[in-house]
């Protein structure tokens, strides 16, 4: 019904993703395939192509706010996708999730406090950490080599928490890079010990909308009271739909107190709210386009099993099944090489540009993280060049 074929070309355009190649590995590598940065290389969804058209012809580009159409749409898309109910009163609106993780570290941390993390984990975690001059302390994820599964070191988490400098913690939900999706019996655990320590649980869930059959994402305010308050809830419709040039996300925060402390930290840098175009592609995005998000997802179910095959038939690669996103996670450690080898032979050999795993921390060194989110033949191509790469270490 919707065109998942297409591959657009983004090389030499604004595209991040594509750009870093041309940046780290310069000239001569116009061949080497991005499947790095978690943007998606499909056409849009038409009908948010035709309401930014629309707006584009008869709008004004002045001052917005958002309208009550916006808050109906968001709201409506939690109720329906996650039964998640939330009062308008508590959405606050930012230009992407990572601002607001930022805008609420600086409301209810200060420089010195300690702050948990779970590696190997999105990288952008320890930078606002670290910008927001905090300790990381790192309850790293537990990973089983015999079912390619990480699991959560609760008697570990429970003593980093425990540590009176500790006053935040940053969730992935589901994970990034891992693919994990917390269930909600592990979801309730992370609460208990964040209420029992008094620690400000910051939960990203950008790619919540992403859970696979067997795995429902349970957004964590769905857990209901007193959990919710204990939370900020990060979401955005930027990875559902592929929107994140358009700069657009909601914050949820339950406790009044909590909000009014945002809201000062949100004040001091001059206020955040979403770009003209974002307004208008979130509402056109939850309102009319849920058939192309759910299109999409066979899509990327199918790109899964692509991947899942060509790891079944080459024992060096071994996928950690991932239960959620539209990442995968693959396991080369196998190969013997080291950081830096490793990724010179995906660039070099195999002309291919992951995210390698040592970004994400370095309990991900000999991982490499890959984008599913394209078409199907561009993903083929991908695994058909390390293939070969692979054969030249005889392998």
Request: aromatic share 10%; proline share 5%.
């Amino acid at each position: 019904m919707f065109d998942f074929d297409t591959r657009p070309e983004r090389r030499h355009t604004t595209s991040a993703k594509w750009k870093l190649i041309e940046d780290e590995l310069g000239a001569g590598h116009d061949d080497v395939v991005a499947m790095s940065v978690a943007d998606m290389e499909f056409v849009p969804a038409p009908q948010i192509v035709d309401a930014i058209v629309d707006a584009a012809r008869r709008d004004v580009f002045g001052y917005d706010y958002a309208t009550d159409a916006y808050y109906e749409a968001v709201v409506g898309w939690m109720c329906r996708r996650h039964g998640l109910e939330i009062d308008p009163s508590c959405i606050r609106l930012s230009d992407g999730v990572m601002p607001a993780i930022n805008t609420a570290l600086r409301a209810f941390t200060h420089p010195g406090d300690t702050i948990v993390i779970q590696r190997p984990v999105y990288y952008p975690f320890t930078d606002a950490a670290r910008g927001n001059g905090l300790t990381i302390s790192n309850n790293a994820l537990i990973y089983d080599e015999a079912s390619r599964r990480y699991t959560i070191d609760f008697d570990d988490l429970d003593a980093r928490l425990a540590d009176p400098r500790c006053t935040a913690m940053l969730l992935c939900n589901p994970h990034n890079p891992v693919g994990r999706v917390w269930t909600a019996d592990e979801l309730r655990r992370i609460g208990d010990l964040c209420r029992a320590h008094d620690v400000l649980l910051l939960v990203d869930e950008i790619h919540a909308d992403f859970g696979r059959d067997g795995h429902p994402v349970t957004m964590f305010g769905a857990l209901g009271e007193p959990y919710a308050s204990q939370a900020i809830e990060f979401t955005a419709p930027t990875k559902t739909f592929n929107l994140a040039g358009l700069l657009c996300s909601n914050a949820f925060i339950r406790d009044a107190r909590l909000r009014e402390r945002y809201d000062v930290a949100a004040a001091n840098i001059g206020g955040m709210t979403v770009s003209h175009f974002g307004l208008v592609a979130c509402i056109a995005a939850y309102n009319d386009a849920e058939a192309w998000f759910d299109e999409l997802l066979g899509v990327l179910e199918r790109n899964r099993g692509v991947l899942a095959d060509f790891a079944r038939t080459h024992p060096d690669v071994a996928l950690v099944e991932p239960e959620g996103t539209y990442l995968a996670w693959i396991d080369l450690r196998s190969l013997g090489l080291e950081t830096d080898a490793l990724r010179d032979f995906m660039h070099e050999r195999a002309r291919v540009y992951f995210d390698e795993g040592v970004m994400f921390g370095d309990e991900g060194a000999g991982f490499e993280r890959v984008n599913l989110a394209c078409p199907t033949p561009m993903l083929e191509e991908v695994l058909a060049r390390l293939e070969t790469a692979l054969a030249t270490l005889g392998r």
